[in-house]
DNA sequence: GGCAGGAGTTCTGTTGACAGTTTTCATTTC
DNA sequence: GAAATGAAAACTGTCAACAGAACTCCTGCC
């Protein structure tokens, strides 16, 4: 059951161990691997990941905090399940952040600011004319990442990252339309020349208006119902 | 030095320890009794507490996700140090948040909410008449908190709390004069007959606007500039 | 057949102890 | 007198173990 060996976690020793399993757990929430509901047992982490409980707990807590972990006293952590209504909350939320981002960068992006998000807009026209969803999907999170860290505070953007991570925890099914590519990126388009133009009110209300389009996409999409595999003799799920 | 007796981390235990101390700490932080730049000893909170060190560093790690603690790796945890720069950016996120709320709520707002909130602001404009500024203080907060509850989502609801909390961190030397109260409040009248009117937009920039209005009463206040005790001989501070 | 009750197991919450790193401080050297 | 050096102290990161709560599953009862 331990699998140790095939772990990053044992090279380094310049940062917590706390921080790494923080980051493997993270992986596999966001990939699947830990799907929403199922219980994050301590122990078995630990031992899966050749640490001690300690470390395991901690990381726990990070995740807890970040929303992508509910955990109930004396019972356990679980993956977070998300409803629609919260997710359709956690577009509204990104959707004033990304505005503020937007209008904060238009007063002062540089030129090469810019044409660093025109060239990722660029990359992501290639990719939707091609139809590669994948690609448009990571060029889409470097996009909103980078416009996110040019405009906004530190902390928006790491508030920014664990709204976008949350979505993961629902978004499952998103397999995407080539059309829907093109749409969003002439949003995408529609920011850029907000903040060409220097007009804060309209690159904000663009970036406000690309949230929004990816809300209605979203919504667009067959929801993932789990389908839940139930491999194993999985003992608690989480309540309510 | 350890003074067990009166804290109250001795009677529950329907919630964790680690949940009590976070909680004692943030109070010591909020309080000043803890000044930014402070060190958070692990041993000598949790002899101080009367726990050990477990509960404490996974409040300390709580603190840290909060944004009012910073933690270097093998050399501890601090109470932040905002700068006046990072100040001005918690205003800005604020503003995006509050707007964000008032715009939700203008809509949906029912009339018992409607009734609630203008009674806080009934009840700050007999402070600030008054000149009782700790209370309008306190009014001030209720009233953000519940706008905030009612019109943002549960995660918006923390994140602004979160914020706030951060503010106290360079806040200190806020004595506020009645005028600068009754103009608060009177940003607060704005909001609500946006609110009333049903009129988001207007709601939204009136809630923007309050914030911007604090960041300048913010900017026109003296910075406290710690003028430290240092009645203790404090082996280290926070770097940088 | 369904349901209440209780022993056994599992797992979380907490504690105390150990190892390694960082800091402190006295001593030496220039 | 100031900088460098090295030993001692302090503290963080991690681990292993214990107590108590929650869950599971079996048994007995209706």
Redesign the interface.
């Known amino acids: 059951m331990a699998e140790i060996s095939a772990s990053p976690l044992h090279i380094v020793r310049?940062?917590?161990l706390?921080s790494l399993v923080a980051g493997e757990l993270e992986r596999m929430i966001l990939s699947g691997e830990l799907p929403p509901g199922s219980r994050l047992n301590e122990q078995a982490l630990a031992a899966r990941l050749g640490v001690s409980r300690?470390p395991v707990?901690?990381a726990v807590?990070?995740l807890d905090?970040?929303?992508l972990v509910v955990t109930v006293?004396n019972q356990g952590s679980f993956v977070r399940q998300l409803s629609v209504e919260?997710a359709l909350?956690?577009f509204?939320?990104r959707?004033?952040?990304i505005?503020?981002a937007c209008e904060?960068l238009a007063g002062r992006a540089t030129k090469e600011e810019l044409e660093e998000l025109s060239r990722l807009v660029r990359e992501m026209d290639v990719a939707a004319e091609a139809d590669a969803a994948a690609q448009y999907f990571a060029l889409n999170i470097t996009f909103h990442n980078t416009l996110m860290s040019m405009g906004?505070?530190?902390?928006?953007v790491r508030?920014y990252g664990d709204?976008g991570k949350e979505l993961t925890l629902i978004r499952r099914k998103g397999l995407v339309a080539p059309e829907r590519m093109r749409e969003s990126n002439g949003e995408h388009m529609a920011i850029l020349r907000g903040l060409l133009a220097g007009d804060a009110q309209a690159a904000r209300a663009a970036g406000e208006a690309h949230i929004r389009g990816g809300k209605q996409r979203f919504l667009a999409l067959p929801l993932d119902n789990g389908a839940a595999p139930a491999t194993a003799p999985r003992r608690r799920q989480q309540p309510a």
Chains 1, 2 share one sequence.
């Open positions: 310049t940062q917590s706390a300690g707990r901690e807590r990070g905090r970040s929303g006293v919260e909350d956690v509204d939320l959707a004033a952040l505005g503020y904060r906004g505070s530190q902390r928006a508030f709204l």
